[in-house]
Structure formats: structure tokens, C-alpha cells
């Protein structure tokens, strides 16, 4: 009985995602959000963090540093849902364009995007492991110019004329 | 209406609707594109037929439906690989990654359905049902745990489904769940439970046919995004700043 009830629970969980799943499928457009580049290397600069560790007491830096990590992580999450929202822009650009320089453009765009999704999962994890332990600097450096790459990549597919490109690199 | 009566409503209106969806399939040459799920239809449109067809001889209609089941389940899976690679295949960075987390997650279910196997109650009926009860609840664990990894991984990577695929496998999740439940309940108060199994299957499958139709019918939806205004978008970086600054 024990083993029906567990089964019975976890189908449950399961019809739970389904639901889940259609319900975000029809919500509105996602929107995109503002990422300031600039503030996000200044947050995530060793040299700045080394700075504040040997002139503030360890208390103060440690309280610090975890205000810090969580803007850090709001940056990162608003980097995560772009590269989201670039990465289904570039896949709706790729099967509705006949051209096949924009179809290489968007295929680039996609593939970058994904990486710095990538990279989001795993600095969520280190910003999470410097959270719990602030004498920590597990920080990605990476993060940062891979977007800037992909606001580039963004704005190079606006160049090619797909329609609504070149404001969203603009607006990420 | 009895029950016996509302099972053979669905069955018919299943059948129909199955023939519907092959319609479909066929006419817009999607076997091209899913062969696999173009064959699972197949498969449950030949299955309804012959069983409607052989009803009458009870030994016969068990092994025929313990056979077309063991296919179905096993296209079932097929199935999930053919949406996995299709869902995949604008992704290329995420690939190796995805394979190795789908190799992951299928060694794991097989542990689990092992599990449920080693330890399942004996169930009512004769040893063959008995053995296959049991054996279709593992393969419907694997189905439906493969299923809640796709739209896991899918979310977790913000990964977008196309219409047709996200149809296929929102259907086949939600019978494949659905028929886990009903099994399991199968299992566990016997034979007196086949009657309310068999309704819950036959409408649960007639929902998943409206959902298939439904997804591959509906145009693909554009997609657009929010484009916040820049003073919004300065009045945020200062606030930032200033946060930073403290």
C-alpha cells in the first residue's frame, strides 16, 4: 500500500508540472529586463571585494558581501530570463527568415544565449556557496563579457533587419 | 447510462478521434517530421480497431491487448526520444549536457521501476495479468518520470517548445499519468477496479487525442517580448548604483 500511495503522490507531482506547463505556455510575452553591465563588473570585481576584506572589520564585510551577492544574484537572474527571451527571438528568426546569413546570425545568437544560461545555473550555484560562506570567491568573472557579447550578437542580428532585434539588444 | 455503457461511448468516440488524428498526420506529412509518434498513432488506431473487433473473445482480446500494449508503451518511450531530440536540436550547446542528464534520469527510473517491481503487493487476478499489471505500472513510471525531466530541464533552461512538439508531449503526458494512476489503482484493489481503470483510461485518452489535434491544428505563436522604457530602465541602474555605493 505503502508503494501505490508514493506512485499515486508522484503522478500527481507529475499532472502538477503538466499544468504548469500549459499555464506558462499561455501567459503573455515575457518581458525583458534591464541589465546595467557596468554595475553588474563593478559587483563582481575581486580587486573591489579584496579592498573591502582588509579595510572593513570582518562583521561588517561579511554583511557586505552578502547584500552584494544578492543584487549579484537579482543581475544574474535578469541575465538568465533575457538570454530566455534572446534565445526564443533567435529561434522564431531562424525558421522564419529564408536568409540564410540572418539564419547563421540567430543560430549564433542562440548558441550564446545558451551558454550564458549555462553559466547563470553555475554562478547561482557559487553565489549560493559564497552566501552561505562570504571568506569564499567563487564569483564567475566569465558572466560578464559573454553578455556583452550577446547584446552585440543581438544587435548584429537587428543590423540584418529581423524585426525587433535591434530594440532588445538596446533594452538588455 | 451504466458504466459499461459511458466506456463504450469513449471507446467509439476514441476511435474516431484517432482516425482523425491519422487523418491529420498523413495530409500534412508530418511522419516526415515524427515518425515515431505518426507510428505510436498507427499503433492505437489498429489496437481500438481490432479490440472493438474481438471483444467478444475474452482470452484473445487479452493477449491482443497485452500485446498492442507492450508496443504502445514501448513507442511510448520512442516517442519521448523523437520530442527530447526535436526540443534539443536548436540547442546545440546544451546537447552534451542534455544527453548525459537524460542518460542520468533513465538510469535512475529504471532503479525506481526496479524497485516497484521487487516490491510490489501481489495483485488479484492470474499470474500472466498479474505479472503484466505490474510490468506496465514500471513502464508508465519510466514514461511519465521521463516526461516530467523533459519539462523540468525545458524550464530550468528556459527552453522553447514549438507548438506541435509541446502538444505531443503534453498528450502523452497527461494519458501516460493518468494510465500510471489508474494501473496502480488497478494494482492495488484488484479487479474491482478494473471497470472505473478502463473509463479514466478511454476518456483520459480521448482528452490526449483533442490535445494532439489541437497543438498540430493551432497556428505557431509569434514570439515577442517586453521591451522595457529606457527612463524605466536608467531609474533601475540607479538605484542600483546607489545600492552599491552604500
Known sequence: MMITMIVIALALGALAVLYGAVRRRHQSSLPLRPVDVQALRTLMDRDDELFLREKLPHSRFRRLKRQRILVTMSYVSRISSNSSVVMRLGEAARLNSDDPQVAQAAGQVIELATQIRLQCMVAFAKLAAEFAVPSLQLTPAMLVPRYQTLRENVLRLGALELQGAAPVAVAI | ?246
Not at chain 2, 526496479?114 to 499470474?127: C, D, Q
Not at chain 2, 502523452?172 to 489508474?182: H, K, M, R, Y
Open chain 2, 1 to 246: 447510462m451504466s458504466l459499461k455503457h459511458l466506456i463504450y461511448g469513449g471507446w467509439i468516440v476514441g476511435t474516431g478521434l484517432q482516425l482523425a488524428l491519422v487523418s491529420i498526420l498523413v495530409a500534412r506529412r508530418m511522419w516526415r517530421q515524427f515518425p515515431i509518434f505518426t507510428t505510436y498513432s498507427l499503433l492505437c488506431l489498429l489496437q481500438s480497431a481490432i479490440g472493438f473487433s474481438i471483444q467478444g473473445f475474452p482470452q484473445l482480446y487479452l493477449y491482443a491487448y497485452c500485446t498492442f500494449e507492450t508496443m504502445s508503451c514501448l513507442l511510448g518511450l520512442g516517442v519521448i526520444y523523437e520530442v527530447f531530440t526535436k526540443l534539443l536540436s536548436a540547442y546545440p550547446a546544451l546537447e552534451k549536457l542534455a544527453f548525459r542528464a537524460f542518460q542520468w534520469t533513465i538510469a535512475i527510473l529504471l532503479a525506481v521501476s526496479a524497485t516497484v517491481v521487487y516490491f510490489h503487493a501481489p495483485v488479484e487476478g492470474n499470474k500472466f495479468v498479474s505479472l503484466y499489471v505490474v510490468l506496465e505500472q514500471a513502464t508508465r513510471i519510466a514514461e511519465v518520470g521521463l516526461l516530467v525531466f523533459l519539462f523540468s530541464f525545458s524550464r530550468i533552461f528556459g527552453l522553447h517548445w514549438r507548438q506541435s512538439i509541446f502538444g505531443i508531449a503534453l498528450g502523452l503526458g497527461f494519458f501516460a499519468t493518468v494510465e500510471l494512476i489508474g494501473i496502480t489503482m488497478r494494482a492495488a484493489f484488484g479487479i474491482a477496479a478494473t471497470p472505473v481503470f478502463n473509463l479514466a483510461r478511454a476518456l483520459s485518452f480521448d482528452c490526449s487525442l483533442l490535445l494532439w489535434m489541437g497543438y498540430i491544428l493551432m497556428p505557431e505563436r509569434a514570439a515577442s517580448a517586453e521591451i522595457p522604457k529606457r527612463a524605466q530602465l536608467e531609474q533601475w541602474n540607479q538605484a542600483i548604483m546607489e545600492l552599491i555605493n552604500q
